[in-house]
């Protein structure tokens, strides 16, 4: 139901000292929750499959929700972040310069080097680097190349505003190093107790929320062969990245858990290699790996703002009833 204008004003007919134009009044048990009401669209829950970047040899391709999520200023694919896949072919190279405070790319195949604000930055296959504040780049590539991109665009045109210096240095996550640090949680003694086998990545100035950025979370997980990583929920959109895996890996999202802890009525998202998905915030997921081979999945969040803003509320089902 919408809720009931009680009474409001245009800027027809109205002197312009007056300055109660744009103004309105909402009845507030029917305005309360506008997410609830209809009135604001839910993050959507989509996928991006991998033959969509993989059909284009050079250039930027977003994963936009915007027409989903009524924002009309730009493409998102939550309401605060932008998800885009960039390809580039041998040779080329690929510009970007967006008005954020927070950019992670993260080097899926290929190699080359990205000159940002006149530094040279190399990359490989598997590397992760951070960008902050007005950073304009040239990506060119050496070999065939396919990077996600993940910035907070969205977050700044909703709030109006551009940022006005660096929060963080660029930084590269190797991935050498990232591959040993996973590895040293893999084989840590009490490994299979956890509900999940991940690092989290993390640049020094924002070690209070332990987030690679102040605005941006990021995680590189293994699903090992076998595994069942019971369901968790938290306030922060998902925009999950599948690396490596074969058929039969898989995430189960729900709104609600039983008294076992199990999704109730879940959607089931196949994995595929180097596709996309979104886990809406507030839902229940957990994730399956019955191909028997190891698989790998990376999700970026908006969580470094929503730990700043104390209203993550990760929480993990209760374990089955005995």
Known sequence: ?????????????????????????????????????????????????AARHQAVATGIIPFDLSQQLSITDGPA???????????????????????????????????????VNGRELEWGAGDFFVLPANSATVHRATTDTTMYWVTDEPLLRHLGVAPTHAKFDPTRFPAERVHAELTDVE???????????????????????????HVLWAMYGLLPVGAVQRPHRHQSAALDLVGDCKPGCYTLVGRSVDEDGEIIDPIRVDWEPHSAFVTPPGMWH??????????????????????????????FAPSARK
């Not at 790996?289 to 929480?315: F, H, K, M, V």
């Open 1 to 49: 139901m919408e809720p009931t204008l009680v009474m409001g004003g245009s800027a027809e007919g109205l002197d312009d000292q007056d300055w109660s134009g744009q103004s309105n009044y909402f009845e507030y048990s029917r305005a309360a929750n506008p997410v609830g009401s209809g009135r604001i669209p839910p993050v959507a829950m989509e996928r991006f499959p």
């Open 286 to 315: 957990a994730h399956y790996n019955e191909s028997g081979e190891q698989a790998w999945i990376i999700p970026i969040q908006d969580a470094g703002l929503q730990t700043y803003l104390r209203s993550l509320d990760i929480r």
């Open 187 to 213: 084989l840590s003694p009490r490994a299979t107790d956890r509900n999940r086998l991940s690092i989290l990545l993390n640049t020094t100035p924002n070690d209070m929320t332990q987030t690679v950025t």
């Open 77 to 115: 694919t939550s309401p605060a972040l932008l998800t885009s896949f960039i390809r580039i072919a041998p040779g080329a190279s690929v510009d970007t310069a967006p008005v954020a405070t927070s950019e992670l790319y993260h080097v899926i195949s290929g190699s080359g080097v990205s000159i």
